[in-house]
């Protein structure tokens, strides 16, 4: 059966994580409080966040920025909003 964590990003019990995606306290913190749902869409909005804001990701500003980001995506309920000319990727 798969574990079910109470998800601080959408607020409902939900299929939790495998593994802490991520490493240190952050990580863990997001392993215990998020559900793949909500990991799924941290992942779109970085991509986002990557390339709107062109974003190096082995650069450490890049990658503390990213950090922040994703710590008040998943766990405070906020993030940086897109550009105000951000179109969506058609699918």
């Not at 998020?34 to 990991?39: E, F, G, I, P, T």
């Not at 941290?42 to 990557?50: F, K, N, P, R, Y």
């Not at 980001?69 to 909003?81: C, Q, R, S, T």
Request: aromatic share 8%.
């Amino acid at each position: 059966m798969a574990r079910t964590v109470h998800c601080a990003r959408l607020g409902e019990e939900l299929e939790g994580l495998e593994k802490p995606p991520y490493p240190g306290e952050l990580g863990k913190r997001i392993y215990e409080n998020v559900s793949k749902q909500a990991w799924q869409e941290w992942l779109g909005h970085q991509t986002m966040l990557i390339n709107e804001y062109r974003l190096t990701p082995v650069d450490p500003k890049a990658r503390k920025f990213l950090e922040g980001e994703m710590e008040k995506f998943l766990l405070e309920g906020g993030a940086a909003v897109p550009p105000p000319d951000y179109r969506p990727p058609e699918e």
